[in-house]
C-alpha cells in the first residue's frame, strides 16, 4: 500500500460516535467530500476504512469511519494520515502543486542546494516549505512562484532565486 498518496491528516476526536476534526492538503474545500475508501496511517499502524459521513464545521471537514463509532475506537487513529490511491488522487490545475508532491523535493538557489522540503505549512498567505537544510537546521521559505525558476516534481528539484539573507534566519 505504499504507493497510496497522503491527501491530509486527522487531528482529534470530535463529539462521542467517532467522528474526527480533519485538515486536507487541498485548496479545494470540497475535497473531503469525495473520499470514498481511504488508509489510515499512524505508525506503526495502517488500515482501511469505508468512508461513512462527511461534514463541516465551519471549514474544517468532520469524518466519519465505517467501524469507527466510539471514541475510545478513534483515539488510536488520532493525528493519523489520510492516504488514499493513486488513481483518487486530485490533479491540479496549471501552476499549483500538491503537497504530497512537492514533499522531498531538493531546494537550490545558485547551484547549491539550501535543504530538503519536509512539509508545507499555511498561515492564510503564500504556503511555506519547510526544508531541513544539509547543516539539519530548519528553514522556512516562502513558496511564490515568481521566485522558482524550476520546478521539476518528477526529478524532486526546486530551482529558486531567494531574497538575500533569507536562507540565514
Given at each position: 500500500?505504499?504507493?497510496w498518496v497522503v491527501v491530509g491528516r486527522l487531528f482529534r476526536t470530535r463529539g462521542r460516535i467517532g467522528e474526527f476534526i480533519a485538515e486536507m492538503d487541498s485548496?479545494d474545500p470540497a475535497r473531503a467530500e469525495r473520499l470514498t475508501t481511504v488508509l489510515l496511517r499512524k505508525s506503526p499502524q495502517e488500515k482501511t476504512f469505508e468512508?461513512?459521513?462527511?461534514?463541516?464545521?465551519?471549514?474544517?471537514?468532520?469524518?466519519?469511519?465505517?467501524?469507527?463509532?466510539?471514541?475510545?475506537?478513534?483515539?488510536?487513529?488520532?493525528?493519523?494520515?489520510?492516504?488514499?490511491?493513486?488513481?483518487?488522487?486530485?490533479?491540479?490545475?496549471?501552476?499549483?502543486?500538491?503537497?504530497?508532491?512537492?514533499?522531498?523535493?531538493?531546494?537550490?538557489?545558485?547551484?547549491?542546494?539550501?535543504?530538503?522540503?519536509?512539509?508545507?505549512?499555511?498561515?492564510?498567505?503564500?504556503?511555506?516549505?519547510?526544508?531541513?537544510?544539509?547543516?539539519?537546521?530548519?528553514?522556512?521559505?516562502?513558496?511564490?512562484?515568481?521566485?522558482?525558476?524550476?520546478?521539476?516534481?518528477?526529478?524532486?528539484?526546486?530551482?529558486?532565486?531567494?531574497?538575500?539573507?533569507?536562507?540565514?534566519?
Amino acid at each position: 500500500m505504499s504507493t497510496w498518496v497522503v491527501v491530509g491528516r486527522l487531528f482529534r476526536t470530535r463529539g462521542r460516535i467517532g467522528e474526527f476534526i480533519a485538515e486536507m492538503d487541498s485548496p479545494d474545500p470540497a475535497r473531503a467530500e469525495r473520499l470514498t475508501t481511504v488508509l489510515l496511517r499512524k505508525s506503526p499502524q495502517e488500515k482501511t476504512f469505508e468512508v461513512a459521513n462527511v461534514w463541516f464545521h465551519g471549514d474544517r471537514p468532520i469524518l466519519q469511519f465505517t467501524g469507527i463509532d466510539s471514541i475510545s475506537a478513534a483515539e488510536p487513529w488520532e493525528h493519523a494520515e489520510i492516504l488514499v490511491p493513486p488513481e483518487e488522487r486530485a490533479q491540479p490545475e496549471e501552476g499549483a502543486y500538491l503537497h504530497a508532491d512537492l514533499i522531498g523535493c531538493v531546494v537550490e538557489e545558485r547551484g547549491s542546494v539550501i535543504g530538503t522540503v519536509e512539509g508545507i505549512d499555511e498561515y492564510g498567505g503564500p504556503p511555506v516549505l519547510r526544508l531541513t537544510t544539509p547543516e539539519g537546521r530548519e528553514l522556512l521559505v516562502p513558496f511564490v512562484l515568481a521566485m522558482c525558476t524550476e520546478i521539476d516534481v518528477a526529478a524532486k528539484r526546486i530551482r529558486m532565486e531567494l531574497p538575500e539573507g533569507l536562507t540565514e534566519l
